[in-house]
């Protein structure tokens, strides 16, 4: 069974995530953790977060655009993961990373792990 960083390493591959901050377009991926609800067999949910990031122009209309073709592609990816759930995406939002505004929207996804 899988470990939660092997989880988080194998959806960083995927969706050609990076562990420090560029700039955008780019995405991060975070621990949601879990609430621990066991799956059964020593198993549980654990969530992760994709953030999407786009440059930030001042213009909400082209950012939010460039936003959403970036977190379609990456849904893509992602639903085509065995064993992944897709549970949400968020709201478009401004978010200040290394410094930079920038344009972002979460991608909530879960996997069964062992912990």
Not at 75 to 102: C, H, K, Y
């Amino acid at each position: 069974m899988t470990t939660v960083v092997e989880a988080r390493t194998a959806l960083v591959s995927a969706v050609g995530a990076s562990d420090y901050a560029i700039d955008p377009p780019a995405c991060y991926v975070y621990s949601n953790g879990s609430d621990l609800t066991p799956l059964g067999g020593g198993g549980i949910e654990w969530g992760f977060r994709v953030t999407c990031a786009v440059p930030y122009p001042g213009d909400d209309a082209t950012a939010s655009g460039a936003l959403a073709a970036l977190v379609a592609a990456k849904l893509t990816i992602v639903r085509a993961l065995a064993g992944w759930r897709t549970l949400s995406v968020s709201p478009d939002q401004l978010r200040t990373i290394a410094g930079g505004e920038q344009f972002t929207a979460d991608i909530a996804v879960s996997y069964r792990v062992h912990v």
